[in-house]
């Protein structure tokens, strides 16, 4: 599936807009009338279909807005007297769908946000996805209706009356136009987007368990904070009885500056987690080779900035010489001594706290041995 880019067309949603220019490239052909029913019709089927289909419904938004409309467009056709003017239908379908499309843009945060905070966990992030998608589309759609106001007015201004031409163009083929350029240049986006990603680096999501439910890429890992689980490795390193600790990255998106444990990623999607420790160890220690960090534990970490499954490993290193690097900030050896005397004191990060109890156990253990 890789091959078809991060974005499906199902996320061009631009593509709502198909019976509204049906409707009126109808109207041309049939009574104005029998057109709007033919569209309204056209978009109940289609959003029939979408929620027959199997697989996870991704939302077209659009496709509801102009189904609305068009049914209301509907509902005023049974209403005696020229409720539009013969000829007018697609500028003022245009009108109809440009004016929601202005509200769903102006209020885009506050759509979003509701799906984010409605929605159950497992499709929070597909809900969340098609709002911000279904407003790309009204953006789009609302340039392409700007400028064809601004050149109505401009015509009008300079010819009056309006000639054949001028009104054919302006007010018959314009309007469909509209539409059919929003869904052109919402594909091509797709098609950009889906260019510039496609080296992107993506990791799994998974359940408390473990298992692999899907995929994003990392970035959205961090913008959607704890909506759904991924997996992290973090290695700790021992020498001598003692943990090697350091200052977390002021870029960090947990505990920004906390002392902590050297090693920390995420795990990616398709990678297993050996290859996954031993890609970390050799990005932090390039020049260090045989040495396999061992896993110790798997826990699940969640706050409200994040949501994780972490994969526990610890490295033995006899020569701490090797931990010299500029990549630690701030690094040096604690003793368990050290350490006890500031648990709890907001100095160390939460994972580490979670974890000490556990490393001073097993690095006790090794040592014991080591003694014997």
């Keep these: 599936m ?16 198909i019976p509204v220019i049906i409707s009126i490239l109808l109207c041309e052909l049939i009574t104005q009338d029998t057109a709007i029913y033919i569209g309204t019709g056209i978009g109940i089927v289609g959003i029939y279909l979408s929620h ?19 049914a209301l467009v509907s509902l005023a056709a049974l209403i005696p007297g020229d409720y539009v003017p013969a000829g007018a239908l697609p500028i003022t379908l245009e009108v109809s769908i440009l004016i929601p499309m202005l509200i769903l843009y102006m209020h885009k945060k506050r759509f979003i946000n509701h799906f984010l905070k409605q929605i159950g966990s497992c499709n929070k992030r597909l809900y969340a996805q098609g709002a911000e998608a279904a407003i790309v ?22 010819q009056d009356p309006l000639g054949q031409t001028s009104v054919l163009i302006l007010y018959k083929i314009l309007p469909p136009a509209i539409f059919i350029l929003s869904i052109l240049f919402n594909q091509i986006a797709i098609r950009f987007f ?8 993506y990791v799994p999501i998974v359940n408390t368990k473990g298992d692999v439910i899907g995929k994003t890429p990392a970035i959205e890992a961090i913008n959607y904070k704890n909506a759904y689980i991924n997996p992290v490795i973090r290695i700790a390193v021992s020498t001598h009885g003692m943990l090697f600790l350091c200052d977390r990255p002021s870029t960090a998106i947990l505990d ?4 902590d444990i050297p090693m920390e990623c995420y795990l990616r999607y398709g990678e297993s987690l050996t290859a996954g420790a031993t890609r970390l160890m050799n990005n932090a ?3 260090v080779e045989d040495i396999k960090p061992e896993f110790n534990i798997a826990y699940h970490f969640e706050n409200e900035v994040t949501n994780r499954l972490i994969y526990l490993f610890i490295v033995d290193l006899d020569d701490d010489s090797v931990l010299c690097t500029p990549r630690f900030k701030n690094s040096k050896l604690w003793n368990f001594k050290q350490i006890e005397e500031n648990l709890g004191k907001n100095f160390f990060s939460s994972c580490f706290e979670d974890e000490y109890e556990h490393l001073k156990n097993v ?10």
Excluded: W
Excluded at 2 to 17: T, Y
Excluded at 256 to 259: E, I, M, R
């Design 137 to 158: 589309s009204a953006r789009i759609a609302l340039i392409f209706g700007v400028l064809h106001f601004i050149i109505i007015s401009i015509v009008v201004v300079f």
């Design 285 to 287: 220690l390039p020049h």
């Design 256 to 259: 920004k500056n906390k002392v």
């Design 52 to 70: 027959q289909r199997k697989g996870i419904l991704i939302p077209n938004f659009i496709l509801y807005i102009a189904t609305g409309i068009l």
């Design 2 to 17: 890789d091959h078809k880019g991060i974005l499906s067309s199902a996320f061009n949603m631009s593509l709502g807009f």
């Design 194 to 201: 889906n260019h510039l990603m496609s080296h992107t680096e």
């Design 363 to 372: 690095i006790c253990i090794r040592e014991k041995y080591k003694e014997s």
